[in-house]
């Protein structure tokens, strides 16, 4: 059974910072693509950030390009998305995801199983 476990969410102020850690188990992480993905209240899920098998490539959302950073660790089949400069409109449930193949993607389609989410709150 695949399972996704997303922690390090919490309430932090605009301008902090927060990393939050996703860690998975069931699956052959080392094999496939992850993501984050983000869903604030009363708007659709979207796409944060993604890293391929190999963490030699990642791709990121333009509004949080230059601000999040995502890794991986195969190791501990975790992965990563550290969060700086962090702004009101970054409020939202953030979402960890395995991709159905190595390589990143931005869609939601290519990605199979998820995680519960976890809260992350920027006071202004």
């Known amino acids: 059974q695949v399972q996704l476990v997303e922690s390090g969410g919490g309430l932090v102020q605009a301008g902090g910072s927060l990393r939050l850690s996703c860690a998975a188990s069931g699956l052959t992480f080392s094999s496939y693509a992850m993501g984050w993905f983000r869903q604030a209240p009363g708007k659709e899920r979207e796409f944060v950030a993604s890293?391929?098998?190999?963490?030699?490539?990642?791709y990121y959302a333009d509004s949080v390009k230059g601000r999040f950073t995502i890794s991986r660790d195969n190791a501990k089949n975790t992965v990563y998305l550290q969060m700086n400069s962090l702004e009101p409109e970054d409020t939202a449930v953030y979402y960890c995801?395995?991709?159905?193949?190595?390589?990143?993607?931005?869609?939601?389609?290519?990605?199979?199983?998820w995680g519960q989410g976890t809260q992350v709150t920027v006071s202004s």
């Open positions: 890293i391929n098998w190999r963490a030699i490539s990642t």
């Open positions: 995801a395995s991709g159905r193949t190595k390589f990143y993607s931005g869609n939601a389609r290519d990605y199979t199983y």
